[in-house]
């Protein structure tokens, strides 16, 4: 799944740490996401968005065929 | 999120509202765990002749073990430095899962090819139960650690 996470991350000056330390979960969760190669957990997509103020719909993306 | 400042390296155990430094339960319990352990080894025999010599080095070998495994079931991981709050979401949980599943396949792999092996050769019938088993812990933790390096090489 794409997403926009670390450009919002970076809209808010955080490092990786920091936006993990946020969610309570690892850095390299954090790093798989942004990379696309992991998927976060629907409580997790959620409290994402929830941090960002957005809806789960502007962060996350289904990957185009 | 939990205080940082409430975070100790080694952390601490909770009992209804109170907490515990960690290790001031589990070292005392370590000890004697180890030496519970280390008199049933000397009472079984396989402490060796010397039954002092033996069961003090059953004792010192077993209570560092102990002591840990106290710890692990003792300690609130919500008050150790470093831990997320949510491990269960993070990547390296889904790594150990993946990684644990195909272990599973790996031992009954082996187990077939073992089983294969004591049927043809001469000295099967002599193999040790002990060895075995061991045989089947090494190669469990060996597979769950190589397929958990492999997924996070692959992310």
Same mark, same amino acid.
């Given at each position: 799944m794409e997403n926009l996470l670390s450009e919002h991350r970076k809209s808010m000056e955080w490092s990786q740490q920091r936006l993990a330390d946020e969610l309570g979960v690892t850095r390299q969760t954090i790093i798989s996401i942004e990379r696309g190669r992991f998927d976060p957990s629907l409580p997790l997509a959620f409290r994402i968005a929830a941090l960002f103020n957005k809806r789960i719909e502007e962060l996350f993306f289904p990957e185009k065929d | 999120?939990?205080?940082?400042?409430?975070?100790?390296?080694?952390?601490?155990?909770?009992?209804g509202n109170r907490q515990?430094?960690?290790?001031?339960?589990?070292?005392?319990?370590?000890?004697? +765990?180890?030496? %519970? /352990?280390?008199?049933? @080894?000397?009472?079984n025999g396989i402490a060796g002749p010397n039954k002092s010599l033996g069961g003090t080095v059953f004792a010192v070998c077993l209570t560092i073990p102990a002591t840990m495994l106290v710890w692990a079931l003792v300690v609130d991981r919500s008050s150790l430095q470093g831990a997320v709050d949510l491990p269960e979401q993070s990547i390296e949980s889904q790594w150990y899962q993946q990684a644990a599943a195909g272990t599973q396949i790996d031992?009954? +792999?082996?187990? %077939? /090819?073992?089983?294969? @092996?004591?049927?043809?050769?001469?000295?099967?019938?002599?193999?040790?139960?002990?060895?075995?088993?061991?045989g089947v812990i090494a190669i469990s933790i060996a597979s769950v650690a190589i397929r958990y390096q492999l997924l996070r090489r692959k992310t």
């Open positions: - | 999120m939990s205080e940082v400042k409430t975070r100790t390296k080694w952390g601490r155990a909770k009992f515990i430094p960690a290790m001031r339960i589990a070292i005392p319990c370590g000890l004697v +765990l180890g030496t %519970i /352990l280390s008199l049933v @080894a000397v009472w031992v009954i +792999l082996a187990a %077939i /090819l073992g089983v294969l @092996a004591l049927s043809i050769f001469p000295s099967g019938n002599n193999a040790d139960p002990k060895l075995i088993l061991g």
